[in-house]
Structure formats: C-alpha cells, structure tokens
C-alpha cells in the first residue's frame, strides 16, 4: 500500500484496481493516505483556505433523484423561493462577511428564467465577488449566458460514472446528458467543478475508483465529495449511508491524482464526525463553503437530516470557520482561489473510464 501511495504522490497515477485497493486498505494504510494528501495539498496549494459564501436560493426541484431531500416527489418539504432582489442582498452581506465567492445553489427550479438571472448575476458580480453556480442541469444556451452574464464556475456533481447506478437513482436523467452538460461547461471557459456521493447503495469500490479516474480526466477544477446521508423522506431513507472514513479515502486519493484542483471540507462530512471538516482540511482539503442563508431557509434545505448549523446565524459561521482554521495553523485564504492551473487543458478523455462508450447513443432524447 506504502508503494502505491509513493507512486500516486510522485506520478499521480493509479489503475483503477489501485485506487480500490487502497479505498479498502487498513487503518495504516489510510494514515499514510492522509499524510500524504496532506503533503500534496500544501505542496500544491498552500496553507490557505479558501471560503465560499454559499446562498441556497430556492428549494423547489423538477428532478426526482432518489437520495435527494428536495426531490419533486417529497411532499414534506417546505418549498421557498428568493426574490433576485433578497439573493443580490445576502451577496452584499458575503461582501460584509470578507467572502471572495458567492455560490449560489439551488434545486432545479424553472421559475428562474435567463431574464431572472442574468441582471442578478451582473449586479452580483459588480459587487467584485467570483461567482460558482451550482444549478443542475442546463442547455448550452443557457450556460453561455450565464457566463457572459459573470459566472466564473460551475459545480455539477457527476455523483456516480456507474451507469446502470446512476440512472436507477436518478429517473428520467441520463449519465450521457450530465457528460455533455460538463463537457458544455469546459468548453464555455468555466472552471468545472464536479463530485460524488459516498455510499450509496449498490455502490462498489471499482465504481468510486472509476469515479476518482473521471475527476482526473475531465482535469476537474474543484471536486466535491461527501457521503451518502439517508434522508427518511426518500425511497432510500432505510438504507445504510456512506461512512466519514470512505469518503476522506475517495478526497484523500483525489488530491493525489489532481494536486492542484480545489476540494472543499463538505458540510455533510461534518455532520458524520464532529470535527469533519478540520479533520477533512488534514486530509487533502483546501476549501470551506459556509452558509450565507438566513432564518428558515437553512432548515428548508434539506438534503439530508441532521444537516449542521442551521440554527447559526451566518457571521457565527464565519467566526466558528475561521477559527477552527487557525486553530490546526491554517490560514484564511485572501483572494478569490482560482485554480493553479496548467495553461493548457481539455475536456475529459473520457475513454479511460469507459463512460464514453457505455453512454454513446444515448443523446437522442437526452433529458432537458
């Protein structure tokens, strides 16, 4: 295992078999995984964390995936809706909180038209934020605009290149639309951000190793990885869930394969382990994302139960962050943490994961 961490620190690669022996490496092993990551991220991108004010705009979904708390079939939830008008004022608070970046997050919601959006995100960009969107699946039209309107990055989540999985969870999508909507986004000029769950069920280890191979190939800008958390209000609301452990294994590994790409502490780390957030910045982690919504709406964004802070105000947060960061001798980054990066990038080969040719013939009557 010793060997294998070496070469995937010293030449970041791994075969898939590799990178699944060490997702099921002892403990032992796991620690020089940590250290290793740990070594790699401040190599590659230093002692600096980069937080990103994150405003979770609506909860309202058309899709129906089957781990998510917003899916349009749960009835439970409370639905909300922002006003552009209170989305651009919890921008300007970011601004007051020191955030370099706002993300702006919500369920695959209509009602917020190109004519919504694109003065909002003007507006917010004239405040001297970067901005990541993070809005699901979209045309190619529409991410265009979105771009030439301010957004600097993108965050869809791959959640899983199994794709028998991946369309068994998630009904009435493809795998082949998610890859064109990523391969759009590339092409757009965006930094890419995309990820997995952790856990879910039916899930393999081959199939998190293939998931840590397609970071690598589509050069992803920002990975973000978290375990699976049951939620009670979806079908799979019985089934086990991910564990803290697997998931820093999958961040850990991704660190080593791309050293220099952007891997947020996620919050659902954290509401597995105490201390998961800090425990994830000492294993290859070098981004925070703190919640910038206000009142209700942090409890009506439930993706999953037992969801940390929603009861804290927005500048708690950034204090509680902020020392937490100090306190492992990390520092809050300053600028707005665009990726180091090669000049020279392209979207994914795709081939080495074999997603290409399991998802061609498949883009007539792709999902929209």
Known sequence: MEKLINQAEETQTLSQEELAQLLAADEAAAEKLFAAADRVRRQ???????????????NTCRQNCLYCGLRRDNHQVQRYRMEPEEI???????????????VLQSGEDPYYTLEIMEPLLRRIKALGLAITLSLGEKSREEYARYRAAGADRYLLRIETTDQALYERLDPGM????RLRCLQDLRELGYEVGTGCLVGLPGQTLASLAADILFFQSLDADMVGIGPFIPNAD?????????????????????????????????????TLHPQGRILALQRG????????????????????PGKICVNDTPAHCRGCITGKIQAIGRHVATDAGFRRKEPERRFAQIERTGIEQESRGESEGMHE
């Open 174 to 177: 493809s795998l082949a639309n």
């Open 44 to 58: 590659q991108v230093g002692d600096g964390v980069h937080l990103r004010g994150l405003i979770e705009f609506s």
């Open 234 to 270: 979806t079908p799979l609301g019985q089934e086990t869930g991910g564990t803290f452990e697997l998931a820093t294994r999958v961040m850990a590994l991704t660190r080593l394969l791309l050293p220099n790409s952007n891997i947020p502490a996620t919050t659902a780390m954290e």
């Open 285 to 304: 982690a070098n981004v925070v994302m703190p919640n910038v919504t206000e009142g209700d709406y942090r409890r009506q964004y439930a993706l999953y």
């Open 88 to 102: 651009y004022g919890l921008a300007v608070k970011a601004v007051g909180y020191g955030y370099k970046t706002v």
